[in-house]
């Protein structure tokens, strides 16, 4: 069974990513919305701990923070919130790290 | 009873600096009278939930730390405690108050809820539920 | 795919309940179910009427009660935390001896068994909070 972990605080903030990327396992998915977004942008502190995993970012929430595409590290997929529905059906269950 | 899920209830915060702690546990004590197959897993600062010897009269908030206690009358049995959480923050299950059931199968004999876990062994604990909550 | 949502942050205060409602207007374009949307700790605060935001920023008690209109949602405040917060609907009025009542069009309040119902009775159970 896939997990999809959804993670909403920026990683200079809080813990929870580190958590969050800590307990994946396997098949299991990585959406950062909100805050988090950050997480992603290349040669941030946060982006190393995000090396080997699937990582998807929310569009939406990118742009709000003027966070440019060409600004995330490589392998990164953007979603929409109709995007973040699909992955929420496509993996068996969500843990929201708060 | 094909109909039952796996619950885990995820505490990741400390007591009192908030509420979410006494708000889940409201949660969990409701939920056990829904018959579903409950865990609940303590890891970063929700390992400090546990503590034994909670003394909240100087900050005038109310104690339910003792409600902790009464989980195994509600049936809930499998209490995970994350081993990394608490040695990042200096504990041991020593710290924690001594959480116990009673099997009516075995005459009453009354067994440790709590299941010291490493991360790994939650991940996989985890990856077995069928809901997650969080607060 | 049968939907429950939680909602645990009030509105404006933190990003959660905007983003919980955009994923609840996106899953309802898709024709997913929404099962139910649980307000929970300060959640609860997204049931007040009585918010006058700025005409410019957007009117997020509206925007729920306007979205529950118009797919006919279940949005549920936790009776709990609402009595602890102050929101209030006419049987709490009556039975807590308040002299007004608060709650937004569209919303409810009802106990926590409905949360743990939406988490049964649904496929997926999103959480978004702090």
């Known amino acids: 069974m896939a997990m999809l972990h ?26 950062l919305i ?65 | 009873m094909s109909d039952t899920k796996k619950f885990m209830y995820v505490n990741r915060k400390a007591p009192y600096g908030t509420i979410y702690a006494w708000e889940a546990l409201e949660v969990v004590l409701i939920g056990a009278a829904f018959e579903q197959d409950v865990s609940l897993a303590f890891m970063d600062d929700g390992v400090y939930q546990l503590m034994k010897g909670q003394d909240t009269a100087g900050i005038g908030m109310k104690n339910f730390s003792p409600t902790y206690s009464a989980l195994g009358d509600y049936e809930i049995t499998k209490i995970y405690v994350e081993k ?16 116990v059931w009673e099997d009516e199968d075995e005459d009453w004999a009354e067994k440790d809820s709590i299941r010291l876990v490493s991360r790994a062994e939650l991940a996989d604990v985890f990856a077995d539920q069928d809901v997650m909550f969080n607060f | 795919m049968k939907l429950t949502i939680q909602v645990n942050e009030g509105p404006y205060q933190h990003q959660s309940s905007d983003s919980a409602y955009f994923f609840t207007k996106a899953a309802l374009e898709k024709g997913h179910e929404i099962f139910r949307v649980f307000f929970y700790h300060d959640g609860v605060n997204n049931g007040t009427r ?31 935390a609402a009595q602890r917060r102050g929101i209030v609907d006419e049987g709490e009025a009556e039975r807590n001896g308040k002299d007004a009542t608060n709650i937004a069009d569209g919303f409810r309040i009802s106990g926590l068994g409905q949360l743990v119902e939406g988490a049964i009775q649904s496929d997926r159970l999103v959480v978004f909070g702090d």
């Not at chain 1, 990683?11 to 959406?31: E, F, I, Q, V, W």
Request: hydrophobic share 45%; aromatic share 4%; glycine share 8%.
């Open chain 1, 6 to 31: 959804l993670v909403n605080k920026s990683p200079y903030d809080a813990c929870n990513l580190d958590s969050a990327s800590s307990m994946m396992k396997g098949d299991d998915a990585l959406l």
């Open chain 1, 34 to 98: 909100e805050d988090a977004v950050y997480a992603a942008v290349k040669n941030g502190k946060a982006a190393a701990g995000l090396a080997g995993l699937k990582v998807t970012v929310l569009g939406p929430d990118l742009a709000a923070r003027g966070i440019g595409e060409d600004k995330l590290i490589d392998g990164v997929t953007v979603v929409d919130y109709a995007g973040f529905v699909d992955m929420v059906e496509a993996n068996d269950k969500v843990q929201s790290w708060l």
């Open chain 2, 84 to 99: 990394e959480s608490l040695e990042e923050r200096g504990l041991t299950l020593d710290d924690l108050q001594h959480l």
């Open chain 3, 50 to 80: 009585l918010t006058t935001p700025p005409q410019d920023d957007r009117n997020i008690v509206n925007r729920w009660s306007e979205l529950a209109k118009a797919h006919d949602l279940d949005l549920v405040v936790c009776v709990a």
